[in-house]
């Protein structure tokens, strides 16, 4: 689905990502794993669309999408999370995902001048589709709640929600797990998995969590120094002697 050939971002001296070549599988949950500064994220930024290559070629479909914007790349089904949700803090759960689908007809002047049973029917399909998300996210209990109130993983779960709402092809998930405890981090596993099993979503996502990656992930492919240093199974990978030396004991030796 995504083939990112020979990519390059460089910002003055620092080459953040350095000839990176990888493909991800449709219908698979790829796992980005590396040590800090290895750039996984810049990666993700670049194949997103947030930063414009120095070099290099990222293909969708067979498809040139390099240095598209993300909006441009939102309309082709390629969404992105963040470390940091961006959520909006004032409005419910429910309205931000109501806010995601485009091209809304209440949107448009003319159509709640002219057509507003149109505007009402619209409106009342995406609550619907919102009200199918909450409950397969099973975030009913916070569906009033605002945003902004939400915890650290409840915000990952509505941002996880947010992609649902519109026919995603592939979805970037920056550190999913990051700041999120045991018994969330699982029930965000599981809507992840669920909708790779059921509804064929293809995911990557970087993360540090090599439990959380076992998981989930095959294949899963490693970056250092900005670029692939190897790809396979999660024990393929940290059975990997190159991997090893990559972190320097910063802990993936020890989950072994």
């Not at 080459?15 to 800090?36: E, F």
């Not at 969708?60 to 390099?66: K, S």
């Not at 709640?145 to 990952?156: D, M, P, T, V, W």
């Not at 709402?165 to 797990?177: Q, S």
């Amino acid at each position: 689905m995504i083939v990112v050939e020979n990519l390059h971002k460089h910002f003055g001296g620092v080459r953040a990502v350095n000839g990176a070549s990888l493909s991800i599988q449709p219908k698979t949950i790829t796992g980005l794993i590396g040590p800090n500064g290895a750039g996984k994220t810049t990666l993700f930024n670049v194949i997103a669309g947030l930063y414009q290559p120095t070099s290099g070629k990222v293909t969708l479909d067979g498809e040139d999408i390099t240095g598209l914007k993300p909006h441009e790349l939102f309309h082709k089904g390629v969404l992105r999370t963040f470390q940091l949700a961006h959520e909006f803090a004032t409005l419910t759960v429910r309205d931000n995902l109501m806010m995601v689908p485009p091209n809304q007809a209440g949107e448009s002047l003319l159509s709640t001048w002219f057509n507003p049973g149109l505007v009402i029917a619209k409106e009342e399909e995406i609550r619907a589709k919102a009200e199918e998300v909450i409950h397969f996210l099973e975030i009913e209990q916070v569906a009033n709640e605002f945003a902004g109130n939400l915890s650290g993983g409840q915000k990952k779960l509505l941002e996880l929600g947010r992609t649902m709402m519109v026919d995603a092809k592939i979805v970037f998930l920056d550190e999913v797990g990051a700041g999120v405890n045991r018994t969330l981090l699982r029930k965000i596993g599981d809507a992840i998995i669920k909708l790779n099993q059921e509804r064929n979503y293809t995911f990557c996502l970087i993360e540090h969590d090599m439990e959380f990656v076992a998981r989930l992930c095959d294949p899963v492919i490693c970056m250092a120094e900005g670029s692939v240093l190897t790809e396979g199974t999660i024990d393929d990978v940290k059975n990997n002697e190159q991997v090893i030396e990559a972190y320097l004991g910063t802990g993936l030796r020890h989950k072994k």
